[in-house]
């Protein structure tokens, strides 16, 4: 049982670059999250797609951008990634928006040089 | 504002001895509180919901309560593998962009334990 998939583990860009991480999750949840975590400060909630089809900001959406492609694949673009960019980034999975069980993936270390 | 204040930053324990972590909250609104364990170079995992003050669940040697203000997740006579980092959050009545509220974090406890 796969659960929640993430792609890359690692990436390292350049400030300007752009990149695609990759989400897929095998449980046939309904709503999928992006959070991202740095040190000494809590996970904070980029986007989230309650239901396939729709996609909303979370707390720090500036500089991502959302597709849900399908009902298990959610993917999160930096168009243009700037250093403070530099971050883990978890995506994770519920059954349904209110769920307070989140199943979360390994995560993407990224470092924006 | 809403926020979440997890104590100590850091617990250094021997194997056997029992201690407990904190996180204290200011919500709006408490729709429930959450403890997930994080170990190193992984995603977070789930352990508890608490939804009302008084309300109690345990799971092998952790025990999670809840107060008005505050949640303490207990370790009793704690093993080397309950070494990870221990996070708290909240969700509270409020949205972004019209949907139900969202998860705060805290930042965690990382909790050591030593043989």
């Known amino acids: 049982n796969a659960g929640v998939t993430q792609t890359p583990k690692f990436q390292v860009l350049k400030t300007g670059q752009s990149m695609t991480l990759q989400c897929a999750q095998d449980m046939n949840h309904n709503s999928m999250y992006w959070y991202r975590q740095d040190p000494g400060m809590g996970l904070r909630l980029i986007y989230y797609?309650?239901?396939?089809?729709?996609?909303d900001k979370g707390e720090v959406p500036n500089g991502y951008n959302v597709s849900r492609l399908n009902k298990r694949e959610f993917s999160l673009r930096l168009e243009s990634a700037a250093p403070s960019q530099t971050s883990v980034y978890f995506c994770a999975s519920s059954d349904r928006a209110a769920n307070e069980k989140l199943f979360f993936g390994s995560g993407t270390q990224l470092s924006v040089l | 504002e809403d926020q979440v204040t997890q104590s100590p930053e850091a617990l250094r324990l021997q194997e056997g001895e029992s201690s407990s972590l904190n996180c204290s909250y200011t919500v709006s609104g408490l729709r429930g509180l959450f403890w997930y364990r994080q170990d190193p170079g992984k995603g977070p995992e789930f352990l508890f919901t608490?939804?009302?003050a008084g309300e109690e669940k345990e799971k092998e040697r952790l025990k999670a309560t809840l107060t008005k203000k505050e949640s303490f997740l207990h370790i009793t006579a704690p093993k080397p593998e309950d070494s990870a980092t221990y996070l708290c959050a909240v969700r509270a009545f409020m949205n972004y962009g019209g949907s139900q509220g969202n998860l705060i974090f805290g930042k965690g406890t990382k909790l050591s334990v030593k043989p």
């Open positions: 797609s309650a239901s396939e089809g729709t996609t």
């Open positions: 608490l939804y009302s």
